[in-house]
C-alpha cells in the first residue's frame, strides 16, 4: 500500500484505539504528548489529530511516530505501507506506457486534423455545386469529389484510434 492507500483504510479513530486510548463522546482522547493532560485536549478529526493543550498535530503516520518514536519510514511500514524499488521491468513498463499515450494523442490529433479537413472540404464542394451549373463539368467533379468526402466522412467519424 502507498500512503493515500492507508490513509483510505485507516482513519484516525482506529489507529489510536489500537494504541489503546478511549476516544470520548465529544471526540478527544487524553494527550499522551504533553502531562498531565486530565481534561482530554486532544481531538481526533477523521484523518488527522489536534491537541489543543500541547498543539501537538498530524495524521496517522504523525501519531505513529511520536508514539512510537519512530521515523515516518517506520510508522509507515507498520501502517502496511510498502516501498516499491523500481526494478528494469517496472521501469520499461513505465517507458512503454509513456510512449504508447503519446502515439495514441498523436493518433488523435491526426484524426482530429483529417475530420476538420474533411468537413472545410464538404462545404467547399457543396458550395461549388449549388454555385455551378447542374450537370456541367465543374459540377460533376465537384459532385464526384464530394460523393468521396461524404464517404470519407463516414469512415472518419466511424473510425476508432487505433490503438
Ligand atoms: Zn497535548
Not at 483504510?9 to 486530565?38: L, Q, T, W
Not at 517507458?95 to 482530429?112: D, T, V
Request: charged share 30%; with cysteine; net charge positive.
Amino acid at each position: 500500500m502507498n500512503k493515500e492507500e492507508i490513509k483510505h483504510s485507516h482513519s484516525m479513530r482506529e489507529i489510536v484505539e489500537r494504541y489503546g486510548f478511549h476516544v470520548n463522546r465529544a471526540g478527544f482522547i487524553h494527550c499522551p504528548f504533553h502531562k498531565g493532560d486530565k481534561g482530554a485536549s486532544l481531538k481526533i478529526y477523521p484523518d488527522s489529530f489536534h491537541c489543543f493543550g500541547c498543539g501537538t498535530n498530524g495524521d496517522i503516520f504523525t501519531f505513529v511516530q511520536l508514539i512510537d518514536h519512530v521515523d515516518f519510514k517506520e510508522a509507515f511500514q507498520s501502517l502496511g505501507g510498502t516501498y516499491e524499488k523500481p526494478t528494469f521491468q517496472s521501469k520499461l513498463a513505465i517507458y512503454r506506457s509513456q510512449k504508447k499515450a503519446e502515439q495514441r494523442r498523436r493518433g488523435e490529433e491526426k484524426l482530429r486534423r483529417k475530420r476538420e479537413l474533411n468537413n472545410v472540404l464538404i462545404d467547399v464542394y457543396r458550395d461549388y455545386m449549388n454555385k455551378s451549373e447542374p450537370f456541367s463539368e465543374v459540377w460533376c467533379d465537384c459532385c464526384n469529389a464530394l460523393q468521396y468526402q461524404l464517404y470519407l466522412h463516414e469512415i472518419l467519424n466511424r473510425e476508432e484510434v487505433r490503438k
